[in-house]
């Protein structure tokens, strides 16, 4: 059974910083690609930001030069470094494990709050 379980999320005022991890109970985690996605109240889940096995990246818009996604595949787990948080960045965080080889093979995180008040 695959598990991912994030972690960091919490309360932070707007300009602060937050660091999010996801440790993954998968056999291979170096052939799957990661991501991070978020829902706010009301909204659709979308991309915040995704790593392949090889380490390359990619973000939404609205996180660009703000938030950095990495990965340790020695850990089997991956980050998001969110810093100059915004109040638009409250959301339900969630981690996502795709398989590069079949993409049947993905899996949800249960997710992390996030709220960016002051």
């Known amino acids: 059974q695959v598990q991912l379980v994030e972690s960091g999320g919490g309360s932070v005022q707007p300009g602060g910083s937050l660091r999010l991890s996801c440790a993954a109970s998968v056999r291979f985690f170096n052939l799957y690609a990661m991501g991070w996605y978020r829902q706010a109240p009301g909204k659709q889940r979308e991309l915040v930001a995704a790593?392949?096995?090889?380490?390359?990246?990619n973000y939404a818009d609205y996180v660009k030069g703000r938030f950095t996604i990495s990965r340790d595949n020695a850990k089997n787990t991956v980050y998001l470094q969110m810093n100059s948080l915004k109040l638009e960045d409250t959301a339900v965080y969630y981690c996502?494990?795709?398989?590069?080889?079949?993409?049947?093979?993905?899996?949800w995180g249960q997710g992390t709050q996030v709220t960016v008040s002051s």
């Open positions: 996502n494990a795709k398989s590069v080889t079949n993409a049947l093979y993905a899996y």
């Open positions: 790593i392949s096995p090889g380490g390359s990246t």
